[in-house]
């Protein structure tokens, strides 16, 4: 009996250290994951900082933050100040490219620094050419091009350059001026 109690009590022990040493091995090898995942999360985290790091915008001296500042100051002025006007939009009405029995009708204002008295009178003289070079524009644009914001900015756009382009820099001896803005009045397509 006293044999088979210490038989008992060596099963037992090695028993305890067979389960200790798999605990141990189970421990271990949860200890490693835990490093490694804190090791990803260190390089993410270091990663994060130096990229937010290099999004900082570059120090600015005060000058060029005051020059920044009217600048900004100026465009906000430009956008906001009303210009002259023609007496009445340019009326026009033009077949739609490449859309049988399609037409666009719009009329279009032309907005101008007030302080070129004479560049109004010289719009009215040109009028004829004027709405050529919308009739022009408006009618070799597709309808995919007339339905969108972009398009339409870029009709817009071109309607400025092109006008701009056929008016003369002075006018007995003084600056003319240019048109600064283009403006759809009306604008219906059928």
Known sequence: MAMEEERKTEENVAADKATGSILQSAMF??????????LFIGIEVGIAVFFVGQLKEPDLTEAQKQAEEEQKQAELKKQTEIGATLAAPIEITVNISGEDGRFLKCGIQLEYNPAYAKLGPELDARKARIKDIVLDIMSSRPLSELMTNDGKKAIREQIVADINAILPETLDGKPLGKIDRSYFDSFMIQ
Do not use: C, F, M, R
């Open 29 to 38: 090898k949860w200890a490693i994951v835990g490093v490694i995942l804190l």
